[in-house]
Protein backbone atom coordinates (compact mmCIF):
# COMPACT_ATOMS: atom_id res chain seq x y z
CA UNK A 1 0.00 0.00 0.00
CA UNK A 2 1.26 3.72 -0.72
CA UNK A 3 1.87 6.30 1.52
CA UNK A 4 0.31 9.73 0.60
CA UNK A 5 2.70 12.09 1.45
CA UNK A 6 1.76 15.21 3.25
CA UNK A 7 4.95 17.58 3.21
CA UNK A 8 7.52 18.97 5.23
CA UNK A 9 6.39 18.92 8.82
CA UNK A 10 9.57 20.54 10.35
CA UNK A 11 12.49 22.33 9.42
CA UNK A 12 14.93 24.13 12.04
CA UNK A 13 15.25 27.97 11.01
CA UNK A 14 16.14 31.27 12.35
CA UNK A 15 18.99 32.86 13.74
CA UNK A 16 18.53 32.99 17.53
CA UNK A 17 18.65 28.65 17.74
CA UNK A 18 20.45 27.01 20.72
CA UNK A 19 24.26 26.44 20.05
CA UNK A 20 22.91 22.35 20.44
CA UNK A 21 20.51 22.49 17.89
CA UNK A 22 22.30 24.61 15.04
CA UNK A 23 20.62 22.36 12.40
CA UNK A 24 18.86 18.83 11.22
CA UNK A 25 15.96 17.44 12.97
CA UNK A 26 16.77 13.92 12.55
CA UNK A 27 15.53 10.67 13.73
CA UNK A 28 11.99 11.90 14.44
CA UNK A 29 10.37 10.39 17.52
CA UNK A 30 6.42 10.96 18.36
CA UNK A 31 5.33 10.67 21.74
CA UNK A 32 1.95 11.19 22.58
CA UNK A 33 1.09 14.36 24.74
CA UNK A 34 -2.72 14.72 24.16
CA UNK A 35 -5.64 14.40 22.25
CA UNK A 36 -3.77 14.66 18.08
CA UNK A 37 -0.44 16.48 19.97
CA UNK A 38 2.55 14.57 20.12
CA UNK A 39 5.84 15.98 20.94
CA UNK A 40 8.11 14.88 18.49
CA UNK A 41 11.80 14.64 19.77
CA UNK A 42 14.78 14.95 17.04
CA UNK A 43 18.49 14.53 16.80
CA UNK A 44 19.94 18.11 16.10
CA UNK A 45 23.44 19.47 15.82
CA UNK A 46 25.62 21.84 16.39
CA UNK A 47 28.33 23.75 14.83
CA UNK A 48 30.73 20.46 15.03
CA UNK A 49 27.76 17.81 13.44
CA UNK A 50 27.63 16.39 17.01
CA UNK A 51 23.98 15.53 17.51
CA UNK A 52 22.07 15.99 20.58
CA UNK A 53 17.94 15.95 21.15
CA UNK A 54 15.34 18.40 20.59
CA UNK A 55 11.50 18.48 20.42
CA UNK A 56 8.86 20.04 18.86
CA UNK A 57 5.27 19.56 19.56
CA UNK A 58 3.13 18.85 16.96
CA UNK A 59 -1.00 18.57 15.87
CA UNK A 60 -0.16 15.13 13.86
CA UNK A 61 -4.02 15.58 12.16
CA UNK A 62 -3.87 19.30 11.30
CA UNK A 63 0.14 18.98 10.84
CA UNK A 64 0.85 22.12 13.06
CA UNK A 65 3.41 22.91 14.93
CA UNK A 66 2.23 23.79 18.35
CA UNK A 67 5.74 24.91 20.20
CA UNK A 68 9.16 24.79 19.12
CA UNK A 69 11.45 24.01 22.20
CA UNK A 70 14.39 26.11 22.46
CA UNK A 71 16.58 23.90 25.01
CA UNK A 72 17.85 20.20 23.88
CA UNK A 73 16.09 17.57 26.02
CA UNK A 74 19.47 16.09 26.56
CA UNK A 75 23.08 16.66 24.94
CA UNK A 76 25.56 14.51 23.78
CA UNK A 77 28.07 13.52 26.62
CA UNK A 78 31.40 14.79 27.62
CA UNK A 79 34.76 13.98 26.38
CA UNK A 80 35.25 9.36 26.61
CA UNK A 81 31.54 8.72 26.67
CA UNK A 82 29.70 6.69 24.66
CA UNK A 83 28.00 9.06 23.73
CA UNK A 84 30.56 12.31 23.53
CA UNK A 85 30.08 12.67 19.30
CA UNK A 86 26.41 12.15 19.17
CA UNK A 87 23.13 10.97 19.87
CA UNK A 88 20.76 9.86 17.66
CA UNK A 89 17.00 8.20 19.23
CA UNK A 90 15.45 5.37 17.81
CA UNK A 91 12.17 4.44 19.89
CA UNK A 92 10.61 4.18 23.03
CA UNK A 93 9.51 1.12 25.08
CA UNK A 94 7.88 0.48 29.04
CA UNK A 95 8.98 -2.14 31.37
CA UNK A 96 7.23 -2.41 34.61
CA UNK A 97 5.44 1.40 34.08
CA UNK A 98 8.88 2.97 33.36
CA UNK A 99 9.70 4.56 29.80
CA UNK A 100 12.82 4.43 28.33
CA UNK A 101 14.32 6.07 25.04
CA UNK A 102 17.22 4.02 22.83
CA UNK A 103 19.40 5.96 21.12
CA UNK A 104 22.64 5.08 18.99
CA UNK A 105 25.74 7.17 20.52
CA UNK A 106 29.06 8.17 18.64
CA UNK A 107 32.07 8.42 19.33
CA UNK A 108 34.94 9.74 16.49
CA UNK A 109 38.26 9.39 18.21
CA UNK A 110 40.69 10.85 16.23
CA UNK A 111 42.55 9.16 13.29
CA UNK A 112 39.86 6.46 13.62
CA UNK A 113 36.96 5.72 12.51
CA UNK A 114 33.35 6.62 13.86
CA UNK A 115 31.84 3.48 16.05
CA UNK A 116 28.50 3.69 17.63
CA UNK A 117 26.73 1.75 21.07
CA UNK A 118 23.02 1.54 22.37
CA UNK A 119 22.19 3.64 24.78
CA UNK A 120 18.99 4.46 26.84
CA UNK A 121 17.02 7.49 28.21
CA UNK A 122 14.46 7.62 30.87
CA UNK A 123 11.59 9.36 29.55
CA UNK A 124 9.96 10.87 32.58
CA UNK A 125 6.02 12.30 33.15
CA UNK A 126 6.64 15.46 32.04
CA UNK A 127 8.56 14.18 29.10
CA UNK A 128 12.05 15.38 29.94
CA UNK A 129 14.56 12.63 29.37
CA UNK A 130 17.61 11.41 32.05
CA UNK A 131 20.53 9.57 31.42
CA UNK A 132 19.75 5.58 32.13
CA UNK A 133 23.37 4.79 32.58
CA UNK A 134 26.28 6.08 31.70
CA UNK A 135 27.56 2.64 30.23
CA UNK A 136 25.92 1.21 26.62
CA UNK A 137 22.82 -0.81 27.28
CA UNK A 138 24.61 -2.91 24.47
CA UNK A 139 27.84 -2.53 23.43
CA UNK A 140 30.86 -4.45 20.63
CA UNK A 141 31.01 -8.13 21.59
CA UNK A 142 31.85 -11.24 19.55
CA UNK A 143 27.87 -11.08 17.82
CA UNK A 144 28.25 -7.35 16.88
CA UNK A 145 32.46 -6.70 16.38
CA UNK A 146 33.14 -3.20 15.12
CA UNK A 147 29.48 -0.90 15.66
CA UNK A 148 26.06 -0.54 16.70
CA UNK A 149 23.18 1.62 15.74
CA UNK A 150 19.74 2.67 15.53
CA UNK A 151 18.14 0.09 18.03
CA UNK A 152 13.75 -0.49 17.49
CA UNK A 153 12.24 -2.39 20.70
CA UNK A 154 8.92 -3.96 20.96
CA UNK A 155 6.95 -6.13 23.75
CA UNK A 156 5.70 -9.02 23.18
CA UNK A 157 2.13 -10.42 23.60
CA UNK A 158 3.04 -13.13 25.75
CA UNK A 159 5.39 -10.93 27.47
CA UNK A 160 9.14 -10.37 27.01
CA UNK A 161 10.68 -7.87 24.55
CA UNK A 162 12.47 -7.79 20.80
CA UNK A 163 15.05 -5.62 19.74
CA UNK A 164 16.02 -4.62 16.00
CA UNK A 165 19.19 -2.75 15.20
CA UNK A 166 21.96 -2.29 13.03
CA UNK A 167 25.63 -3.85 13.29
CA UNK A 168 28.38 -3.30 11.01
CA UNK A 169 30.25 -6.39 9.69
CA UNK A 170 32.87 -4.35 7.37
CA UNK A 171 33.36 -0.19 6.94
CA UNK A 172 34.01 -1.85 2.98
CA UNK A 173 32.17 -4.93 1.26
CA UNK A 174 34.43 -4.13 -1.49
CA UNK A 175 32.46 -1.81 -3.31
CA UNK A 176 33.23 1.28 -1.53
CA UNK A 177 30.38 0.88 0.82
CA UNK A 178 29.79 -0.86 4.25
CA UNK A 179 28.10 -3.33 4.95
CA UNK A 180 25.53 -2.92 8.19
CA UNK A 181 23.32 -5.21 8.51
CA UNK A 182 19.98 -5.48 11.12
CA UNK A 183 20.59 -7.88 13.43
CA UNK A 184 17.78 -8.42 16.43
CA UNK A 185 17.91 -9.75 19.88
CA UNK A 186 15.33 -10.49 22.57
CA UNK A 187 15.12 -9.92 26.49
CA UNK A 188 12.73 -11.54 29.38
CA UNK A 189 12.80 -8.25 31.39
CA UNK A 190 13.49 -5.52 28.46
CA UNK A 191 17.18 -4.65 30.62
CA UNK A 192 19.02 -7.88 29.59
CA UNK A 193 19.33 -9.01 26.32
CA UNK A 194 20.44 -11.91 24.28
CA UNK A 195 21.90 -11.71 20.82
CA UNK A 196 20.37 -13.53 17.86
CA UNK A 197 22.74 -12.68 15.19
CA UNK A 198 20.93 -11.54 11.57
CA UNK A 199 17.77 -10.74 11.11
CA UNK A 200 16.93 -9.07 7.64
CA UNK A 201 18.65 -10.28 4.60
CA UNK A 202 20.90 -8.07 2.66
CA UNK A 203 21.79 -7.98 -1.00
CA UNK A 204 25.59 -6.76 -2.07
CA UNK A 205 25.46 -3.58 -4.45
CA UNK A 206 21.34 -3.43 -3.80
CA UNK A 207 20.79 -3.73 0.19
CA UNK A 208 23.79 -3.41 2.39
CA UNK A 209 23.79 -0.41 4.33
CA UNK A 210 20.87 -0.63 6.82
CA UNK A 211 19.87 2.37 9.37
CA UNK A 212 16.71 2.56 11.79
CA UNK A 213 14.56 -0.08 11.74
CA UNK A 214 10.97 0.91 12.31
CA UNK A 215 9.03 -2.22 13.28
CA UNK A 216 5.23 -2.65 13.42
CA UNK A 217 2.62 -5.82 14.48
CA UNK A 218 -0.03 -6.56 12.96
CA UNK A 219 -3.84 -8.07 14.47
CA UNK A 220 -2.31 -11.69 13.18
CA UNK A 221 0.61 -11.26 14.87
CA UNK A 222 3.22 -10.95 11.97
CA UNK A 223 5.54 -8.11 11.94
CA UNK A 224 6.37 -5.51 9.01
CA UNK A 225 9.35 -3.14 8.77
CA UNK A 226 10.80 -0.12 6.99
CA UNK A 227 14.43 0.97 7.11
CA UNK A 228 16.73 3.05 5.00
CA UNK A 229 19.08 1.34 3.12
CA UNK A 230 21.56 1.93 0.27
CA UNK A 231 23.42 0.03 -2.12
CA UNK A 232 27.28 1.05 -2.95
CA UNK A 233 28.50 3.03 -5.28
CA UNK A 234 27.56 6.50 -4.08
CA UNK A 235 24.21 5.51 -3.83
CA UNK A 236 22.26 7.67 -1.73
CA UNK A 237 19.61 6.33 1.23
CA UNK A 238 15.79 5.06 0.28
CA UNK A 239 13.34 3.61 2.30
CA UNK A 240 12.85 -0.30 2.20
CA UNK A 241 10.43 -2.80 4.09
CA UNK A 242 10.50 -6.22 5.06
CA UNK A 243 7.84 -8.62 6.47
CA UNK A 244 8.08 -11.52 8.70
CA UNK A 245 5.66 -14.13 10.52
CA UNK A 246 7.32 -14.56 13.98
CA UNK A 247 10.00 -11.02 14.09
CA UNK A 248 13.20 -13.38 13.95
CA UNK A 249 13.45 -13.64 10.07
CA UNK A 250 12.53 -11.63 7.47
CA UNK A 251 11.82 -11.40 3.81
CA UNK A 252 13.27 -8.36 1.86
CA UNK A 253 10.48 -6.80 -0.11
CA UNK A 254 11.89 -3.39 -1.00
CA UNK A 255 9.51 -3.09 -4.05
CA UNK A 256 7.01 -2.54 -1.20
CA UNK A 257 8.01 0.06 0.42
CA UNK A 258 5.26 2.48 -0.64
CA UNK A 259 7.46 5.55 -0.81
CA UNK A 260 10.39 6.90 -2.30
CA UNK A 261 12.01 10.69 -3.35
CA UNK A 262 10.24 13.04 -4.54
CA UNK A 263 10.37 14.62 -7.97
CA UNK A 264 11.89 17.96 -6.36
CA UNK A 265 12.04 19.61 -3.09
CA UNK A 266 13.88 18.89 -0.03
CA UNK A 267 13.37 14.97 -0.49
CA UNK A 268 14.18 14.87 -3.76
CA UNK A 269 17.54 13.24 -3.01
CA UNK A 270 17.25 10.77 -0.46
CA UNK A 271 14.17 9.36 1.93
CA UNK A 272 15.50 8.10 5.26
CA UNK A 273 15.04 7.27 9.16
CA UNK A 274 11.36 6.17 8.71
CA UNK A 275 9.48 6.00 12.29
CA UNK A 276 5.96 4.04 11.94
CA UNK A 277 2.77 4.66 14.49
CA UNK A 278 -1.10 4.86 14.61
CA UNK A 279 -3.07 7.47 15.20
CA UNK A 280 -7.30 7.37 15.12
CA UNK A 281 -7.34 4.47 12.65
CA UNK A 282 -4.27 5.76 10.40
CA UNK A 283 -0.86 4.57 10.09
CA UNK A 284 1.56 7.62 9.74
CA UNK A 285 5.11 7.81 8.89
CA UNK A 286 7.85 10.44 9.88
CA UNK A 287 10.62 10.86 7.69
CA UNK A 288 14.15 12.69 6.89
CA UNK A 289 14.63 13.69 3.48
CA UNK A 290 17.92 15.70 2.10
CA UNK A 291 21.03 15.74 3.99
CA UNK A 292 20.64 12.84 6.19
CA UNK A 293 17.95 15.76 8.45
CA UNK A 294 19.35 18.70 7.33
CA UNK A 295 16.39 19.95 5.44
CA UNK A 296 13.94 18.98 8.55
CA UNK A 297 11.44 16.13 8.59
CA UNK A 298 8.18 14.99 6.91
CA UNK A 299 4.92 13.29 7.48
CA UNK A 300 3.55 10.31 5.08
CA UNK A 301 -0.05 8.64 5.87
CA UNK A 302 -2.09 5.44 4.40
CA UNK A 303 -5.26 3.95 6.27
CA UNK A 304 -5.24 1.16 8.33
CA UNK A 305 -7.35 -2.25 6.99
CA UNK A 306 -10.40 -3.05 8.40
Not at 29 to 52: E, K, M, Q, T
Not at 80 to 95: H, K, L, P, R, T
Request: hydrophobic share 40%; net charge neutral; glycine share 12%.
Amino acid sequence: MKWQKCGLLYCPSGADRHPKLLSHAANPLPVLIHGDVYRIFFSGRDANNRSSVGAVDVDIVRRKIIKEHNQPFFENGPEGSFYADGVSIGNCYEVDGKHYMLFMGWQTPQSKHWRGDVGRLIVKSDLTLELDSDAPLMTSNVVDPISLSYPWVLGGEMGGFRMWYGTTLTWDAGNGEMLHVINCASSADGHHWSREGLAVPYKLGIAQAFSRPAVVRDAKGEYAMWFSYRGGMGQKYRIGYAISKDGKSWVLALNEAGIDVSADGWDSEMIEYPFIFDHKGQRYMLYNGNGYGLTGFGLAVQALKA
